[in-house]
């Protein structure tokens, strides 16, 4: 990911996925309350929101940070949904309208960037 100094989702609530290897006995964490009997359990944040772990420059356990810090893609969970679908998981408190503001600005980026390709994969 072109993360830049973008923070955004070290912001929000990262929730450790123990099926996608994340070990939770090595990270600070919160149990998530949740509709349903399963536990489900994200990094511990500071009051101001920020996770533990975020440093002045960054991630300070980068070499070792959870499964969706190292895959989560934001343009991908911008694209997957329609406009209607992120105010609404804004609305709920389920997604971070700083993300999908991180989101839409490397997608006009990526647009004004590179040329208009066609499907096939050629310039036009
Ligand atoms: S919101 Fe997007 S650009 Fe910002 S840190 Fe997260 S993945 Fe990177
Ligand atoms: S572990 Fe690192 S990458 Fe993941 S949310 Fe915390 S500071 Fe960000």
Known sequence: ????????????????????????SQYEHVELAGP???????LR????GACVYLGPKGCTIW???PFLCRFFDCRKF???RTRQERRDLV??????AEVFKA??????????????????????
Do not use: I, W
């Open 45 to 48: 944040r500071n009051e101001d």
């Open 91 to 96: 609305r709920r408190g389920l997604a971070s």
């Open 63 to 65: 070499d070792r940070a």
């Open 1 to 24: 990911m072109p993360c830049g100094s973008c923070t955004a989702c070290c912001r929000d609530t990262v929730v450790l996925l123990p099926n996608e290897g994340d070990d939770l």
């Open 103 to 124: 989101a839409g600005r490397l997608l006009k980026q990526e647009r004004t960037s590179s040329p208009a390709t066609s499907t096939n994969g050629t310039t036009v």
């Open 36 to 42: 349903g009997p399963d536990h489900a359990y994200a």
């Open 78 to 80: 911008f694209l997957n």
